[in-house]
C-alpha cells in the first residue's frame, strides 16, 4: 500500500529565504507525482506534474526534483515571499495518494 | 476555459440524514473524482468516474455512491450521515489518462451534527 509522509509538518521562515519541502512514498512503482497548494478552507491549486521518467520541474519561483529509486521528493521554493504562505501538498499517482501536507507560513 | 466548479460550498446535515454533492468538470475533462479531507489531513481518494462508469474506489463504505452524467459532471451521494463524515469534500477533473494532471475545485464544507 502507498504511503506518503511530508516532512516537516510546519514551517516558519521570513520573507525572502529560499527553502524546501520535503516528500517520500514507500511504493518507487509510480506514474507521476504532483505538488499542490492548499489555501485555508479552499481547493487544491496545481503547481507542478513530474512523470516518472522526468528527474524535475520547474514553474517560476518553484522547482520540484523527483528520485523514484529512493522514494524522495523535493519542492524547492526560492526568495519565499508573504503570498506563499499555504499548506503544499505532494501526491503520487492516479487514483493521487497524499501526503498531510506542510503548512508553510512566511513572515514579513 | 471553465474550472471545477462544487455545489454547495458549505452544508450542515444531521446524523442519518442523506446529501447529494455536486460537481462540474472542466471543459474538455471527461473524468471525475471524489476525495475527502478530514480537518488536518491530506485528501483520501473516494472513487473515480470515466465516462459515466465508476472506474475505481477507494476504501469508503457503499454508502458513498456516484454518477457521472453525459455532460461529465458528476454527483456524490452518502446516505445515513455519520459525524465522522464532516469533511472538506473535493472534486477533480481531469483528461482520463494516468498521467494527466488533476484541476481541482474549491469543495463542499459538509458537517454532520
Known amino acids: 500500500k502507498q504511503e506518503v509522509t511530508q516532512i516537516p509538518a510546519a514551517l516558519s521562515v521570513p520573507e525572502g529565504e529560499n527553502l524546501v519541502l520535503n516528500c517520500s512514498f514507500t511504493?518507487?512503482?509510480?506514474?507521476?507525482l504532483q505538488w499542490f497548494r492548499q489555501d485555508p478552507g479552499k481547493g487544491l491549486t496545481s503547481l507542478l506534474l513530474?512523470?516518472?521518467?522526468?528527474r524535475e520541474q520547474t514553474s517560476g519561483r518553484l522547482n520540484a526534483s523527483l528520485d523514484k529509486s529512493s522514494g524522495r521528493s523535493t519542492l524547492y521554493i526560492a526568495a519565499s515571499q508573504p503570498g506563499d504562505s499555504a499548506t503544499y501538498l505532494c501526491?503520487?499517482?492516479?487514483?493521487?495518494?497524499f501526503g498531510k501536507g506542510t503548512r508553510l507560513s512566511v513572515i514579513a | 476555459e471553465t474550472g471545477v466548479t462544487q455545489s454547495p460550498t458549505h452544508l450542515i446535515k444531521t446524523r442519518g440524514q442523506q446529501v447529494t454533492l455536486r460537481c462540474s468538470s472542466q471543459?474538455?475533462?471527461?473524468?471525475v473524482s471524489w476525495y475527502q479531507q478530514a480537518l488536518g489531513q491530506g485528501p483520501q481518494f473516494i472513487f473515480q468516474y470515466y465516462r459515466e462508469e465508476e472506474n475505481g474506489r477507494g476504501n469508503f463504505p457503499p454508502r458513498f455512491s456516484g454518477l457521472q452524467f453525459p455532460n461529465y459532471s458528476s454527483e456524490l451521494n452518502v446516505n445515513a450521515l455519520e459525524l465522522d463524515d464532516s469533511a472538506l469534500y473535493l472534486c477533480?477533473?481531469?483528461?482520463?489518462?494516468?498521467?494527466?494532471?488533476?484541476?481541482f475545485g474549491n469543495g463542499t464544507r459538509l458537517t454532520v451534527t
Open positions: 511504493d518507487s512503482a509510480i506514474y507521476n
Open positions: 501526491a503520487v499517482n492516479t487514483p493521487l495518494v
Open positions: 477533480a477533473s481531469s483528461l482520463g489518462s494516468y498521467n494527466s494532471p488533476l484541476h
Open positions: 513530474i512523470q516518472s521518467s522526468q
Open positions: 471543459s474538455g475533462h471527461n473524468t
